[in-house]
């Protein structure tokens, strides 16, 4: 259980060094639209934790798949200790890699996890799940984060409260952003809490 508010984490017992792959993050492969379905299925029962990861290889292509036909790895039936890696904005021990074994369908692969720098033991594995936490029009609200990291984007967020401005034609806030990059955070996803990834 991580101190920090995070909920449970993943420790690695052992040093583990750069590029080392880790374990693999398992799931039901559900399209999108299941899986917001059952995300919200879920917060209606009070059950807060979901485990989805979107699965997309075609990062920053340009091609968006529609929710019917994106596909994402539901962890929170069926899954293995990758669904317990928590979220670390930008400097993350851990990086996903996809890796196409069946097909080579950038929209179906196996999910990697290898380490982006040496670990050492005790150390929590993290991955940056790419959550854009400004992004007030995903279906699935984002969870505050408590990531600790000095680039972390809910901080930069906070910090620039007073750069906030008011559209004059719209009801919604507009604020600045230092990291507003899409192709960098706004199409990875994987998260939870009936909250985000
Ligand atoms: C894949 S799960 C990770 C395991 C989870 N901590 C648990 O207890 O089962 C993702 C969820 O963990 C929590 N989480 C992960 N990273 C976080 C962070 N940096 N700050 C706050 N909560 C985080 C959020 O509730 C998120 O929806």
Request: charged residues 30%; proline residues 4%; negative net charge.
């Amino acid at each position: 259980m991580t101190e920090d508010g995070k909920g449970w984490g993943l420790h690695t017992l052992e040093d583990i060094p750069k590029g080392a792959f880790v374990c693999e993050y398992v799931g039901e492969v559900l399209t999108t639209a299941e899986s917001f379905h059952r995300v919200e299925q879920r917060q209606r029962r009070g059950e807060l934790l979901s485990y989805p990861l979107l699965l997309d290889a075609d990062w920053g292509s340009g091609v968006a798949l529609k929710d019917e036909k994106a596909l994402c790895l539901d962890a929170t039936e069926y899954g293995n200790i990758a669904r317990f890696i928590n979220h670390r904005c930008f400097d993350s021990n851990l990086i996903v890699i996809p890796v196409e074994i069946e097909t080579p369908d950038h929209h179906y692969y196996h999910v990697a996890f290898f380490t982006s720098r040496k670990v050492k033991a005790m150390e929590e594995l993290t991955w940056d799940y790419g959550i854009e936490f400004d992004d007030i029009d995903h279906p699935i609200k984002a969870f505050s984060c408590h990531c600790g990291s000095k680039y972390c984007r809910s901080i930069k967020r906070k910090r620039r409260k007073n750069l906030c401005f008011r559209h004059p034609f719209s009801i919604a806030w507009v604020c600045r952003t230092e990291f507003s990059d899409p192709s960098r955070w706004s199409r990875a996803e994987g998260s939870c809490n009936g909250a985000s990834m």
